[in-house]
């Protein structure tokens, strides 16, 4: 069974500019969450979506947004992107019954 | 509120030796505790999880329920085990890991 995958593995984008990551789960996972990883925070969740729907919420300004299709694949969007939101953004996916299974990662870089 | 506390963000040690990382948590019902692995380069993954009961990699943790503690060890340290640990809290029917700031350990030869 294939992993969860996200696109694109880097990116760079200066300040102020927006941004769209992409995310599939693992086939039959209908869970889906984002984290941003950053050597000083560690991971700190975003927000999670099930069946299409927000579901649970980090503490991240309103910037960050996201949604889910039908098919559950996952896109993140950062508007107005600062220096500060260079990070590792980790998707991950579940069923509910295992644990959570991540992608590699999208790096974001900000200039 | 459920957190998770990894007091240290660096443990340093040489091959051979025990290695303990550090996993406090704060939750008032009965969590499910995992720890997860990040090798350079390569995806976060499960390492272990508490109901499992089982060593991956020589490595175990023990739930203590009374000091609310998940520390992983390992008897003696490979230099294969350097890598970033994240110690991890899942309750209350949640999907979602609360994750603590993570522990770089780095094995000397």
């Known amino acids: 069974k294939a992993g969860v995958t996200q696109t694109p593995r880097y990116l760079i984008k200066t300040r102020g500019q927006q941004v769209t990551l992409s995310c599939s789960p693992i086939?039959?996972?209908?869970?889906v969450s984002w984290y941003q990883q950053t050597p000083g925070q560690g991971l700190q969740f975003l927000f999670e979506?099930?069946?299409?729907?927000?579901?649970n919420k980090g503490n991240f300004p309103g910037r960050f947004s996201g949604r889910q299709f039908s098919n559950s694949r996952s896109e993140m969007n950062v508007s107005t992107l600062e220096l500060g939101d260079s990070a590792l953004y980790l998707c991950?996916?579940?069923?509910?019954?295992?644990?959570?299974?991540f992608g590699q990662g999208t790096r974001l870089t900000v200039v | 509120a459920q957190r998770v506390t990894q007091p240290e963000k660096l443990l340093s040690v040489f091959k051979g030796a025990p290695v303990e990382l550090k996993c406090n948590y704060s939750?008032?019902?009965?969590?499910?505790l995992f720890w997860y692995v990040q090798y350079s380069r390569q995806r976060l993954q499960l390492l272990l999880r508490?109901?499992s009961r089982e060593s991956i990699k020589g490595f175990t943790a023990d739930l203590n329920k009374g000091e609310t503690s998940f520390h992983l060890k390992k008897p003696f340290a490979q230099e294969e085990d350097s890598a970033m640990y994240y110690c991890?809290?899942?309750?209350?029917?949640?999907?979602?890991?609360?994750f603590g700031r993570g522990t770089s350990l780095i094995v000397h030869p």
């Open positions: 508490h109901i």
């Open positions: 086939s039959g996972h209908r869970s």
């Open positions: 991950a996916s579940t069923d509910g019954y295992t644990e959570a299974f």
């Open positions: 939750y008032s019902g009965s969590p499910e």
């Open positions: 979506y099930f069946s299409e729907t927000q579901r």
């Open positions: 991890a809290l899942l309750g209350g029917g949640s999907y979602i890991p609360t």
